[in-house]
T-cell receptor, first 115, second 115 residues
Framework: SQQGEEDPQALSIQEGENATMNCSYK?????LQWYRQNSGRGLVHLIL?????REKHSGRLRVTLDTSKKSSSLLITASRAADTASYFC???????????????FGKGTHLIIQP | EAGVVQSPRYKIIEKKQPVAFWCNPI?????LYWYLQNLGQGPELLIR????????DSQLPKDRFSAERLKGVDSTLKIQPAELGDSAVYLC?????????????FGPGTRLTVL
């Protein structure tokens, strides 16, 4: 079963624009992680935000977490063609979430950066 | 540092045949995961090992799937017999910490096609 739901399912923007993806989840979590997947490099970890954090930055990435709304967003600024990929949010429910004790992934957002 | 190694990268078999996938995690990583990823979906956890112990195999279809991590290092996932619905990408991941607390490092996956 998949806990996270990314929105939108697909997103196409021009190079240089910002891209925002959202993730909603259902149970309490220890942390939420974002991963990128493209055909060349497989799944790559981007950023982890813990349940007691509200915002985190890494280079051109900005992640927010709202545990009261059970949602997160990933912002990619100044997008590049190389950012074309699928982006997944994954939640660590831990022992309290009742789910499998590993990461639970959403279905992903497919991002296309037009040159 | 070498990443997670998986083999084979691709496998095509006929239904009812057995198949095995191999994974070598990053050196020193205690936790090893096997995920299944269907086309257009996020990865779904099959089994998690902490050292040689399977601590969560609740999502593993035990009638046909088996896994082992005998010496707490590399791991093998087996399907016997394979069914058409088993066609998917099988991903291995490892983590230095336990229970999904930190980022996971994924291998390139094995793409299985069952004819």
């Amino acid at each position: 079963s998949q806990q996270g739901e990314e929105d939108p399912q697909a997103l196409s923007i021009q190079e240089g624009e910002n891209a925002t993806m959202n993730c909603s989840y259902k149970t309490s979590i220890n942390n939420l992680q974002w991963y990128r997947q493209n055909s060349g490099r497989g799944l790559v970890h981007l950023i982890l935000i813990r349940s007691n954090e509200r915002e985190k930055h890494s280079g051109r990435l900005r992640v927010t977490l709202d545990t009261s709304k059970k949602s997160s967003s990933l912002l990619i600024t100044a997008s590049r063609a190389a950012d074309t990929a699928s982006y997944f949010c994954a939640t660590d429910e831990g022992y309290s979430g009742g789910g499998a004790d590993g990461l639970t992934f959403g279905k992903g957002t497919h991002l296309i950066i037009q040159p | 540092e070498a990443g997670v190694v998986q083999s084979p990268r691709y496998k095509i078999i006929e239904k009812k045949q057995p198949v095995a996938f191999w994974c070598n995690p990053i050196s020193g990583h205690n936790t090893l995961y096997w995920y299944l990823q269907n086309l257009g979906q996020g990865p779904e956890l099959l089994i998690r090992y902490e050292n040689e112990e399977a601590v969560d195999d609740s999502q593993l279809p035990k009638d046909r799937f088996s896994a082992e991590r005998l010496k707490g290092v590399d791991s093998t996932l087996k399907i016997q017999p394979a069914e058409l619905g088993d066609s998917a990408v099988y991903l291995c991941a490892s983590s230095p910490s336990f229970g999904g607390r930190d980022e996971q490092f994924f291998g390139p996956g094995t793409r299985l096609t069952v004819l």
